[in-house]
């Protein structure tokens, strides 16, 4: 294959390689009723005038599968970061000791089971459609190559190529949605 069809391929293979990627970190939001640090990953705490993540002023973690344990750096940040987790709205309802903030992980109900396996079907949707669009494009960029004298049987190749990146990404953002169902949906 010539240079330019080689730097649409690694072009268009990055771009479903970062939609996969996506994927993955939109997966890691959808709580699946075990505690997971990253289900705070969105808490924004007041932290001397700017907004600042929750795992920047805190130490999170998850003793047990039911529960969550923030341990702010400095003691003065309980209430705010109590506040805060109140106001993301996430559906849990903090314990402040006065020395950290315990978050009990309620279990999901089975219609709220299928309220985030929905969602996550929405986010492997949206995957899907970014992968293939990474594939049209460079399919059309090698079209207008072709018109530039790039040989026919290359553009050919270049189209299955293309394909077949398409498909493997595509298995892969099954998969793991298959294994989020499964996560989501075992109690």
Partial sequence: MNEELDFLNDEAEEKMGNAVKHFERELVKIRAGKANPQMLDSVKVDYYGTLSPLSQVSNINTPDPKSIVVQPWEKS?????????????????????GTVIR??????????????VKKAKGEAENCKVSIRNARRDAIDAAKKLEKEGVPED???RFESNMQELTDKHIKKADQL???????????
């Fill in 154 to 156: 290359e553009v050919k």
């Fill in 177 to 187: 949605l298959e294994a989020k169902e499964s996560d989501i949906m075992t109690i």
């Fill in 77 to 97: 940040m309980l209430a705010p970061i109590e506040k805060a987790i109140m106001a993301a709205n996430l559906g849990f309802n903090p314990q402040n000791d």
């Fill in 103 to 116: 978050i009990v992980v309620p279990p999901l109900t089975e219609e709220r089971r299928k309220e985030l």
